[in-house]
């Protein structure tokens, strides 16, 4: 067998190329090099039934050529303490991390909240949130083949810098290289319900002094999901749920600091784990899905990510990261194919049907995983070091499956190899590669197009179909509009049949699932807040939103209309421009703002300043507006130009009348008059945009007026290829190149 028989089509033999291929070497030399030499495992490789997360299929091996390459795609390292030594330290294991090829996730909770008092010359801290920018450096500093470090920055949800840690991400220049979740207890999401106050408090033992906070968790929510409408971020971690359905929910010795980038791996300071997929796709054969392969390939696959295991210890970067691994021996299987596999068996995804069938693979998988790592134990003689006999069987998690679990004698009846076992982690790099849909999502499109170059490098755009849709297609002479209803995609599934199908497999998963619930435009912040409260209420151990073309998809590539702004290249500015103006008063007398705006999407184009008076300082203003146009059509938002606006400083002049004439405008100089004006002016247009455009305002089902309404096209761009990104279970990725911000 050959790549090209192999990978569902040219991006997949791309991606296999790009990510996972050592050097030169041929697809079996590849195969014979993940699998280990064994051939069971390279028969589920080959037969497309299993497959290994990104880091065992890029790295497994090379360490014999003297690589420093880990196979752990997680790790949460340890939480930085209240003190700058700390603070430091976590940065730098941080990068080592990084460095060896995994993504990392970091609590902040340990951290004083802002105005907190210390005993240096700062007299108070600057609080938790202060300390996100530089993990986030530390992650775009340290590069992987071409990318970035993957990182997450949690914040427990009684910590008094939340409100702060919620809205971070409004300002798009900020905390560009991490995602953001909130670790939500319980507590909380009961007061959010009853809509009653909750009290946010922190105790810094080193100065003896309790801080608090009291807010309404109502409205916190609402804050929550307001970001989330704008920006697609925070995530939301269920963290009571995390911690009492899982194998260690007993054991007093451990416990879980934050997740991985992606959310779908809880784990303990310093904790990793190794991922492998099975292709739940595969099972399916006449529309029947069988359950006994499916028990044969869980079983194999635990023993292969334990083989992985015991190789890759000595190739993690950190000590403590080695003991750790070695004393609770995590490994993470999960599925992917999820819709492939409804398809192929006529469901459609979130019926009742469909949450019964996923309930079934959930049993057949927790079973076959505790039962395989029981044998393993037995054979070995010992269960992992960490073990617990008392509290393994006290927990939520084996108690809820344990009648499905073989007995043996008193003894060793309960022994397990590994103390985490399955988790669902976002898949989208190797299920692109072999063309079947990630995790548990839906198909994102039936079709979609991908755009290539000729060899008159010319971009050329094909339509493309999904794998499972071009074979329904062939094999029943059908053409797209005329797909059965169980042909559903992420855009036409309820957010609440997404809820109750990651609840059915949430359950017998003792990790966590990455899952991404894509929202169209018009969804308001009170759905959002519904998603929340439902997950919680199901049982999720976390939940991500995506609203399509929120203001976070400015954050890859700025649009102005209908074209794409790159770096160095400036549009033009026709005369279908809308103007507005003000005469503001400086302390040197008039000047006169004019400001010219793209009519469908509000975008600043250019300025005009023009002061009453001649001389240098009129100069000076013609150049500042000529340099703000030259900004607006090079890409750069009015938010960013009022911004370097409003830092400039006091003007002595302005200030002189300021104290005597009281008549001059906001601000302490021209520039912040400007800066005041142009917010204005820009306000002024959105408005007109929503309530005047050819659309009607955005309501949605609930009747609830969404915040404002967006406009152009604002969707994420691949940062590699310039293409549409999809955002599904829980991570970034793009059909046209194969980029994924996870792998």
């Not at 403590?320 to 492939?340: E, K, V």
């Not at 400015?554 to 809308?578: A, C, F, H, M």
């Not at 001389?615 to 370097?644: H, K, P, W, Y």
């Amino acid at each position: 067998m050959n790549i090209t028989e192999w990978a569902y089509d040219d991006l997949g033999v791309e991606i296999w190329e790009k990510k996972y291929r050592h050097e030169d070497e041929t697809f079996d030399e590849w195969l014979d090099r993940v699998s280990g030499g064994d051939s069971e495992v390279r028969e589920l490789i080959e037969s497309k039934k299993f497959l290994f997360g990104g880091r065992i299929l890029a790295n497994r091996g090379l360490q014999n050529e003297g690589l420093k390459v880990s196979y752990s795609n997680c790790h949460v390292n340890k939480a930085p303490e209240d003190n700058i030594e700390s603070i430091f330290d976590v940065a730098k294991e941080t990068a080592r991390t990084f460095s060896y090829g995994g993504g990392v996730g970091l609590s902040l909770s340990l951290l004083a909240p802002r105005g907190a008092k210390i005993h240096n010359a700062a007299k108070t801290t600057t609080g938790a949130v202060s300390f996100m920018d530089l993990y986030s450096m530390v992650s775009e500093l340290i590069g992987q083949s071409g990318r970035r470090g993957a990182l997450m920055l949690s914040l427990d949800s009684w910590h008094p810098d939340l409100e702060e840690f919620i809205e971070v991400k409004s300002d798009l220049e900020k905390i560009t290289k991490a995602n953001i979740s909130i670790k939500t207890h319980d507590d909380f999401m009961r007061a959010a319900i009853r809509n009653e106050n909750y009290t946010l408090a922190y105790y810094r033992a080193a100065s003896g002094e309790l801080i608090t906070k009291v807010v309404n968790a109502r409205e916190m929510l609402r804050k929550i999901a307001e970001m989330n409408w704008k920006m697609g971020e925070p995530g939301m971690l269920f963290w009571d749920t995390i911690q009492k359905n899982c194998l260690t929910s007993e054991y007093q010795n451990i416990e879980y600091s934050s997740t991985n980038p992606c959310g779908e791996l809880p784990l303990p300071d310093y904790g990793s784990c190794l991922l492998g997929s099975i292709n739940l796709a595969a099972f399916v054969d006449n529309q029947e899905f069988n359950m006994c392969e499916l028990a044969r390939v869980v079983n194999t696959a635990v023993i292969a990510l334990n083989d992985v295991l015991d190789e890759g210890i000595p190739l993690l970067p950190l000590e403590n990261q080695r003991q750790m691994a070695r004393d609770w021996r995590s490994i993470g299987l999960g599925i992917m194919g999820t819709a492939d596999m409804f398809i192929k068996m006529g469901i459609k995804y979130g019926s009742d049907q469909a949450i019964s069938l996923l309930n079934d693979i959930g049993i057949n998988m927790a079973a076959t995983a505790i039962n395989t790592s029981h044998e393993l134990a037995l054979l070995h003689n010992k269960p992992f070091p960490k073990f617990d006999q008392d509290a393994t069987t006290e927990s939520n998690f084996y108690i809820a499956h344990k009648k499905y679990i073989k007995g043996e004698d008193e003894q060793t009846r309960d022994w397990l190899y590994n103390s985490q076992l399955l988790t669902c982690a976002p898949t989208g790099s190797i299920s692109t590669m072999i063309g079947v849909s990630g995790g548990i999502e839906p198909i994102f499109a039936n079709s979609y197009i991908r755009k290539t170059e000729s060899l008159n490098e010319q971009d050329e755009y094909h339509k493309v179909y999904t794998k499972v849709v071009k074979e329904y297609m062939t094999d029943n002479s059908c053409k797209e509009e005329d797909l059965p209803d169980y042909f559903v995609t992420a855009e036409q599934i309820k957010p609440v049949d997404r809820i109750y199908i990651q609840a059915a497999m949430q359950g017998h998963i003792d990790s966590s699932i990455s899952s991404t619930i894509n929202l169209p435009e018009r969804t308001s912040v009170e759905t959002i807040m519904e998603i929340y409260q439902e997950a919680w209420a199901c049982g999720l151990k976390g939940v991500t939103v995506y609203r399509e073309n929120c203001e976070r998809a400015g954050i890859l590539t700025k649009k102005t209309g209908d074209k794409t702004t790159e770096r160095g290249k400036v549009i033009q500015v026709g005369n279908n421009v809308v103007g507005k103006k003000r005469k503001l008063m400086t302390g040197c007398g008039s000047l006169h703002c004019l400001a010219f705006f793209d009519k469908n999407t509000g975008d600043l184009l250019e300025t005009y300043l023009n002061k009453g008076s001649t001389g240098g300082c009129n100069n000076f203003m013609i150049g500042l507006s000529r340099m703000m146009s030259l900004a607006a059509r090079a890409g750069a938002t009015v938010e960013d130009i009022i911004d370097q606006l409003e830092s400039t400083g006091v003007c002595p002049s302005y200030a002189v009348r300021a104290s005597k004439s009281r008549d001059t405008s906001p601000g302490s100089c021209c520039p912040m008059a400007v800066a005041k004006a142009l917010r204005e002016m820009s306000d002024e247009m959105k408005e007109e945009i929503s309530t005047n455009g050819d659309e009607e305002p955005i309501v949605s089902d609930q009747n609830n007026v969404c915040l404002e309404v967006s406009s152009g096209d604002k969707k994420d761009k691949c940062p590699e290829c310039g293409s549409e990104l999809i955002h599904s279970g829980g991570c970034i990725e793009c059909r046209n190149c194969g980029y994924s911000k996870c792998n």
